[in-house]
């Protein structure tokens, strides 16, 4: 039982799988690395039984399968910055090293970030960038949707009551990828995102773009793909674009006045960073 005031709340933890998507299936709320849902109910009682899933192991692994590299949603940061993968998840990885402390980064899982769905989330961008999708698994099965079908709006998200989301899957990039992420805060450490961007792109020999994804964090309800601006960018040079290109496809963006910058400053920290975003994935070739 976890006792907060004069409230018990049931705590239970399954040690496998079926378990709990049967206590899931009963109601209740999900503990992952509890670096989110701990902070929020900080003089806020919960109210449902807590279903920490934390032992479950088979939602630990980071496995390349055939056609996807498939993250279990218990999959913490750290070891997403430590695993060795493609240069496509370059920025991903990056991103991983920014998600809090390096205690958050031990505890904190990849599932239970977009779960929260918060339009700050390190993690998000990276993976709109990488065609990411969620698998979401109930006692009656399992379906798969886009990622960006699965964020529907400021901390929200389409998963259903009876659900848990089990992993997160990336297909394999285009050869070569190269990716990278930018993040603006009000100090180097420890701080939540003003605006982030994560890039993916893939060029030819002559350093034209063959592929390329931009995302955008911490500048509207749910991070945005900028489709517009990828289609304009395919088939110039890395190198051959400047701040009016970036800019005039920001208007799918709509960042707020808020205690850590005006919407104004986000508009146009946004075009900085995502002109250093895709400098980075060209600055090796």
């Known amino acids: 039982m976890l006792r907060e005031g004069a409230m018990s709340v049931d705590?239970?933890?399954?040690?496998?799988?079926?378990?709990?998507?049967?206590?899931?299936?009963?109601?209740?709320?999900?503990?992952?690395?509890?670096?989110?849902?701990?902070?929020?109910?900080?003089?806020?009682?919960?109210?449902?039984?807590?279903i920490d899933i934390g032992g479950v192991q088979e939602l630990r692994d980071i496995v390349d399968t055939p056609d996807a590299y498939r993250f279990g949603a218990l999959a913490r940061w750290a070891d997403v910055a430590d695993t060795d993968l493609?240069?496509?998840?370059?920025?991903?990885?990056?991103?991983?090293?920014?998600?809090?402390?390096?205690?958050v980064q031990n505890s904190g899982t990849i599932g239970g970030n977009l779960c929260n769905a918060s339009p700050a989330a390190d993690g998000i961008p990276p993976l709109l960038s990488l065609d990411a999708s969620v698998e979401l698994?109930?006692?009656?099965?399992?379906?798969?949707?886009?990622?960006?079908?699965?964020?529907?709006?400021?901390r929200a998200t389409?998963?259903?009551?009876?659900?848990?989301?089990?992993?997160?899957?990336?297909?394999?990039?285009?050869?070569?990828?190269?990716?990278?992420?930018?993040?603006?805060?009000?100090?180097?450490?420890?701080?939540?995102s003003v605006v982030m961007v994560a890039a993916v792109v893939a060029a030819s020999s002559d350093g034209r773009i063959t592929d390329v994804r931009l995302a955008v964090g911490a500048c509207s309800p749910v991070a945005q793909r900028l489709p517009s601006l990828e289609a304009e960018l395919v088939d110039r040079r890395i190198d051959d674009f400047d701040a009016a290109v970036i800019a005039r496809h920001l208007g799918a963006l709509t960042p707020i006045d808020d205690v850590r910058a005006t919407a104004a400053y986000r508009f146009e920290a946004a075009s900085v960073l995502v002109h250093r975003a895709l400098q980075a994935c060209g600055s090796e070739r």
């Open 11 to 50: 705590y239970l933890a399954p040690a496998d799988m079926a378990a709990a998507l049967e206590m899931r299936g009963a109601g209740g709320t999900v503990l992952a690395g509890g670096t989110d849902l701990f902070p929020q109910h900080v003089g806020r009682p919960m109210t449902q039984p807590v």
């Open 86 to 103: 493609p240069s496509c998840f370059d920025g991903l990885r990056a991103a991983a090293r920014e998600v809090g402390s390096v205690q």
């Open 137 to 154: 698994t109930s006692t009656v099965g399992t379906r798969v949707l886009r990622l960006d079908e699965f964020l529907t709006g400021y």
């Open 158 to 192: 389409a998963l259903r009551p009876d659900e848990l989301l089990t992993a997160v899957l990336v297909p394999r990039g285009p050869d070569g990828a190269r990716s990278s992420f930018r993040k603006l805060g009000l100090r180097g450490y420890l701080v939540i």
